[in-house]
């Protein structure tokens, strides 16, 4: 959970609108947009509107039902920009190559039949 008086973190301020990102979906505890680091043909980050997550294992304890929505959005975005296959990483402690602990998801994967994700863009994320 993040403490009480820190700097909102950069996805509370695309929350807010204070910097720009190529939003693909919304909806009142969410928002996706584009990665601005792809690391996939189609990479989308979504993360929640509240700030009091830091990591999905905070999200499963303390908002199961958004987590769940969270997943449902994932796979509607997938839907819509890959051929419905996809990856969903929650990279969860610096070690593990988390850099904004804001808790988020990337959803990754690949725009047509004839390609498949690799698996070195799991390694670098
Ligand atoms: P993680 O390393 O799992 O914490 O993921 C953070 C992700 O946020 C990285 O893949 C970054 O490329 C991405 N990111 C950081 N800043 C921005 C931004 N301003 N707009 C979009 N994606 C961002």
Known sequence: MSSPGAEPSIFSRIVAREIPA?????????????????????????????????NVVELAAGDP???????????????????GEFRLV????????????H??????GVRDDSATLGEGSLGSL
């Open 90 to 101: 929650f990279n969860s402690g610096a070690a593990a190559g988390q850099t904004v602990f």
């Open 22 to 54: 190529t939003i693909v979906a919304e909806n009142d505890h969410l928002i996706a947009f584009e990665d601005i680091a792809p690391q996939a043909p189609v990479h989308i980050v979504i993360t929640t509107k509240t700030a009091e997550y830091a």
């Open 65 to 83: 039902t958004l987590l769940a929505e969270l997943v449902r959005m994932a796979s509607t975005i997938a839907d819509e920009r890959t051929q």
């Open 103 to 108: 808790v988020h998801a990337h959803v990754m």
